[in-house]
């Protein structure tokens, strides 16, 4: 059974940093594309990037809201992903989720972490 | 504002056929990319639904269905169940964004 399990996340002052973590199992993690998408609460879903495998090179892509503030990487050897987010703003409060990636769709999914930036 | 237009809600009785609309633009859907349902049961997560436009995952009941013209997508219910109330959001990619979209979801209600 595939399962994603998000950690990290909690309530951080803006301009501060959180590294949010989903851990994988039931499927073989090297192979697997990654995503992570968030969610206000009672609002819509928002891409926020993506990582190869690295055999494909690893390089991630990240939405404009996002991009130079996070950063998406993987350990293989410890079937981890990861999400490191500098320089938070009030707006980047979500629940963040983890998903894993295939021809352009999300397979399956973590059940979220909540973040909340506030002062 | 998402990049994909979605109606907001829809409803409607046990047994009855409703359908949620997306419309895209030329740089996503109407350049080709495929669409994608997801299905989100109150305070979990979301559920691929429906991928590459018309085909369902295994488990997915054959209620639903999608299609896929132009620049627009529609998922469709038939058979209405009160097991059906929960979000539904399409997704596509966008060449202009370089990224992925989401529609703003629609809730669907039972009556």
């Known amino acids: 059974e595939v399962q994603l399990v998000e950690s990290g996340g909690g309530l951080v002052k803006p301009g501060g940093s959180l590294r949010l973590s989903c851990e994988a199992s039931?499927?073989?993690?090297?192979?697997?594309?990654f995503t992570w998408v968030r969610q206000v609460p009672g609002k819509g879903l928002e891409w926020v990037g993506r990582?190869?495998?690295?055999?494909?090179?690893?390089?991630?892509d990240y939405a404009a809201p996002v991009k130079d503030r996070f950063t998406i990487s993987r350990d293989d050897s410890k079937n981890a992903l990861f999400l490191q987010m500098n320089s938070l703003k009030t707006e980047d409060t979500a629940v963040y989720y983890c998903a894993t990636e295939s021809w352009w769709k999300f397979h399956n999914w973590g059940q979220g972490t909540l973040v909340t930036v506030s002062s | 504002q998402s990049v994909l237009t979605q109606p907001p809600s829809v409803s409607g009785a046990p047994g009855q056929r409703v359908t949620i609309s997306c419309t895209g633009s030329?740089?996503?859907?109407?350049?080709?990319?495929?669409v994608h349902w997801y299905q989100q049961l109150p305070g979990t997560a979301p559920k691929l639904l429906i991928y590459?436009?018309?085909n369902r995952p295994s488990g997915v009941p054959d209620r639903f269905s999608g299609s896929k013209s132009g620049t627009s997508a529609s998922l469709a219910i038939t058979g209405l169940q009160a097991e059906d109330e929960a979000d539904y959001y399409c997704q596509s990619y966008d060449n202009s964004l370089r990224g992925y979209v989401f529609g703003i979801g629609t809730k669907v209600t039972v009556l």
């Open positions: 030329s740089s996503n859907i109407g350049a080709g990319y495929d």
């Open positions: 590459d436009n018309a």
């Open positions: 990582i190869r495998r690295n055999t494909e090179g690893g390089a991630a």
């Open positions: 039931g499927f073989t993690f090297t192979d697997a594309w």
